[in-house]
Structures are given as structure tokens and as C-alpha cells.
């Protein structure tokens, strides 16, 4: 079981944003959960101490790292198409590999219809060094493109690699450039199931020949991040980008625990910041009236999560706790999880017609990004079907939605696919022709959201 990392561990604060407020008999109550960690593996925004003795504190290999990694590189026949692709996808993984911290474990995986361990070979992981990073990456340089594509096995053999090293933190960067062929659906979505909760994974589509939905749900399924490297020579960028935050992840399997009080039910809990994140099927039980929801790995960040929770109806003056909001870690001995951070989100009825039907700010913020990516993803679907009408509809609301929340990346990315005639009204024409790097990439980015405006 994971437990905080080596080094100090980070500090958890959770704050509640809400209106408390319902009308004599209202139900649903929604909070917007802001969950921080700071002072892990990071300042967490503090001046750094400089009169203290022992390592820099600004040297991010002077503590004791608590990870291990795995590379799954698409080694498929397709990465020879153009040849170059595949020599980018060679450096991309040793510009990655550079970028792992001193004493953290890793391995490099090449996928095809089989995955084959690349490096060490030993069915064990790596210690980093400088000696094992050389040796990695000259392990790379007899790598060729050949096979097909099994993704599901490329993730199962990540899973037991990870699973030999006695570390809090286990992450997977997965590299694709093509659709899953070769094994069936229901076998990438056992091989998910399987390493769900296990580690998590940043999924990458490199070029226009991968399926959205493939990569974002092997993202989503694994608690990452995906993307689409749509020139495969920005691929170096991006992998040391991607294995940075790897590097900086200090503590893993935190929960976001729900108690609700008789009565009361969960409607769903949502991530809504950075991306949209639905993880109310994700729950577990934790006790009485308790559920679990997970959220992977942290390093010094911040997320939001939208609550929605249905409370008994009541009179006008009662007051409730409609739900306590806890951060919790998995206790090395099973014992009970102690709360990192908690917070409380309340119900009050009252009669005050505009104390009641007030919106929070951040709650109607992150309702409209929720939103903004269903109404792109459903615009981008009928576009494919070819219902015209549809999806000018959706993606004029999505330009509404992008504008009105001051989403400029998103707009930009619509703007690609559709011209916009009115941004305030939502109205727009599809384009007659349109590259497909740009559509995938807004397929890709549709659950990006932004922050609410101080």
C-alpha cells in the first residue's frame, strides 16, 4: 500500500465553495472543492531556506526519490511512416529518460502486437544512474519499427514491472501512433481494469492515424493526462515535460472521501479543473454512509472537484450538514485513513427568494465547462455522422460556452473547426474543410478547462 514518499510530504488544505442556501423544500446541494497540496517535493511557492545544512534543497535529485516509471513506446510497422517519426519517438524517450531523477526505478517497454522489455531485460526495474541512463539509451538505438498494435499488453507488462519495485509513486508514459488493431476492446478494457488504481499513465498520440477515444480513455482510466503530439518533432518536448511532473509527483492513492448523513445520497463527484473527470462511478465504500473517490498521484498543485449531493427536503429555517469533504491516504498497516484535510459543505433553507436561487460563482463557472466539453465532444460526433444541423448547434454552444468562461485555448481550437460569426450568441458555420491534426486535437483538449476569474 502507498504511502507519503521518502522526502516531506506535502500539505493537503481543502476550501468549499457554495450557496448553502435552498428553497423550503430544495434537495440538491453543489460545491465546488478546491483540494491544494503544496511543500512536497517542491517550495510550494516558499522561499527556499539557504542557511540550512545538507543537500540544496533546489538540487531535485538531493532527496530520496519514492517512484518508479515505465516507458511504453508504439513500436508498431506505422512508426516507419515517415521513417523519421520513429527516430523522434527514439529521442523523445531518451530525452525522457534524462529526466529521471537519481534513485528512481524505470524501465522501457517496446509495444507491437507483443510488448517486449527493452530495458534492463531483467523483468526488474533500473535503478537511475548515470551508467543505467547510458546504457537505456543506447538499448534504444536497436529499437525498429515492425508489428502491429496490442495496447492492452503493453500496460499489462508495465503493470508487473512496477509492481517489483517497493515505491509509493508508479506512473506508465504510453506513446501510440496508431489505432488498437490488433486485440479486442473488451481485452484493452480487461488490461485497464486490471491496472486501475495500480499506477497511473500519460497517454500520447503521435501524428493523425490514433483514435481519440483510445488514448483518453486509457488517460482516463489511469488517472493521466493525454494529448496529441500531431508533429512527431516536438515528441522530445513533450516527454521531458510529461516525465518533469512524473519527477515531481510525492505522494500517491489519495482519496476524496464523501460522508453524507442519513438520508442524503451523492448524485456525482467530478473533477472540473485542470480537465473534466467524472469519477462518481470510481467510488468505493469506506464506512458508514462513506465512499472513496480516487485521485492519483500528487505533487505541488491544485484541483477543483464539483459535489453534488441530495438531502431530505426540510422546512425553512432548518440547517444540515449535507456532506464532510476529506483528502485520505491509505495507512501502511490497513489500519483506518486519517484525514489529510477536510471540509464541510452545508444545506440551509430559507425563504429569501435571491439568497436561494443565487448561483456561486465557482459552481456556475465549472457547471459551464462541464458543459463546454460534452457539447464539443457531441458536435464533433455528429460532424463525423454528417448531421449538419447537430453539430453547428453544439459547437456554436461550445463557442457561447468557451467565450461567456473565458476559455481562450479552447476557442482558439474551435475557431479552427468552425467560423464564428457571433461568439456571444453562439452562432457559427462549419468549415468546409478542415486538417485533421486540428480536429483531433480538439477532440483531445475538449476537457481542459480554466479557472474561475479573481
Not at 457559427?428 to 483538449?445: G, I, N, Q, S, Y
Request: charged share 25%.
Amino acid at each position: 500500500m502507498a504511502t507519503f514518499s521518502k522526502s516531506q510530504a506535502p500539505r493537503f488544505s481543502v476550501e468549499v465553495y457554495q450557496n448553502e442556501y435552498l428553497p423550503e423544500g430544495g434537495r440538491e446541494v453543489n460545491a465546488i472543492v478546491t483540494v491544494t497540496s503544496t511543500g512536497g517535493g517542491t517550495t510550494g511557492g516558499m522561499p527556499i531556506p539557504t542557511h540550512l545544512p545538507g543537500p540544496d534543497p533546489r538540487d531535485s535529485r538531493a532527496s530520496a526519490p519514492d517512484a518508479a516509471v515505465v516507458i511504453m513506446l508504439d513500436c508498431s510497422g506505422s512508426m516507419d511512416y515517415p521513417p523519421t517519426k520513429m527516430r523522434n519517438a527514439r529521442d523523445a524517450t531518451a530525452a525522457a529518460i534524462d529526466t529521471v531523477r537519481d534513485g528512481v526505478a524505470f524501465a522501457v517497454v517496446a509495444g507491437t502486437h507483443k510488448a517486449v522489455e527493452v530495458f534492463p531485460g531483467t523483468g526488474q526495474l533500473a535503478t537511475a544512474d548515470p551508467e543505467t541512463r547510458a546504457l537505456a539509451k543506447d538499448a534504444l538505438r536497436t529499437l525498429s519499427a515492425g508489428g502491429g498494435t496490442a495496447i492492452g499488453t503493453w500496460l499489462l507488462l508495465a503493470d508487473r514491472l512496477l509492481a517489483s519495485a517497493d515505491v509509493a509513486i508508479r506512473h506508465g508514459i504510453l506513446l501510440t501512433d496508431g489505432r488498437n488493431e490488433h486485440e479486442k476492446p473488451e481485452d484493452l478494457r480487461a488490461a485497464l481494469d486490471a491496472c486501475a488504481g495500480r499506477f497511473t499513465c500519460d497517454a500520447r498520440g503521435v501524428g493523425t492515424d490514433w483514435e481519440v477515444k483510445e488514448v483518453t480513455g486509457i488517460a482516463s482510466a489511469l488517472l493521466g493526462t493525454a494529448d496529441i503530439v500531431a508533429d512527431p518533432s516536438e515528441l522530445s518536448a513533450d516527454f521531458t515535460r510529461m516525465m518533469e511532473t512524473a519527477m515531481g509527483k510525492e505522494v500517491a492513492d489519495v482519496s476524496l472521501r464523501l460522508w453524507t448523513p442519513m438520508g442524503a445520497e451523492v448524485a456525482f463527484v467530478k473533477q472540473v479543473a485542470p480537465t473534466v473527470e467524472d469519477l462518481t462511478a470510481r467510488r468505493t465504500e469506506a464506512g458508514p454512509r462513506a465512499g472513496d473517490y480516487p485521485t492519483g498521484s500528487w505533487g505541488d498543485e491544485s484541483r477543483d472537484y464539483h459535489v453534488c449531493v441530495r438531502v431530505p427536503a426540510a422546512e425553512v429555517g432548518r440547517e444540515m450538514l449535507a456532506a464532510r469533504v476529506s483528502l485520505v491516504l491509505p495507512r501502511p498497516d490497513d489500519g483506518p485513513a486519517a484525514p489529510l484535510a477536510q471540509g464541510l459543505v452545508r444545506a440551509v433553507w430559507t425563504d429569501d427568494m435571491v439568497a436561494s436561487t443565487a448561483m456561486n460563482q465557482q459552481v456556475a463557472h465549472y457547471t459551464g465547462q462541464a458543459e463546454l466539453a460534452q457539447v464539443i465532444q457531441q458536435g464533433m460526433d455528429a460532424r463525423k455522422s454528417g448531421d449538419i444541423e447537430g453539430a453547428t448547434a453544439k459547437l456554436g454552444r461550445a463557442v457561447q460556452l468557451a467565450g461567456a468562461s473565458g476559455n481562450e485555448d479552447t476557442a482558439k481550437l474551435l475557431a479552427k473547426v468552425v467560423d464564428v460569426v457571433d461568439a456571444a450568441t453562439g452562432t457559427v458555420r462549419l468549415k468546409a474543410k478542415v486538417a485533421e491534426a486540428d480536429e483531433m486535437t480538439l477532440e483531445t483538449r475538449s476537457t481542459k478547462t480554466v479557472r474561475v476569474k479573481k
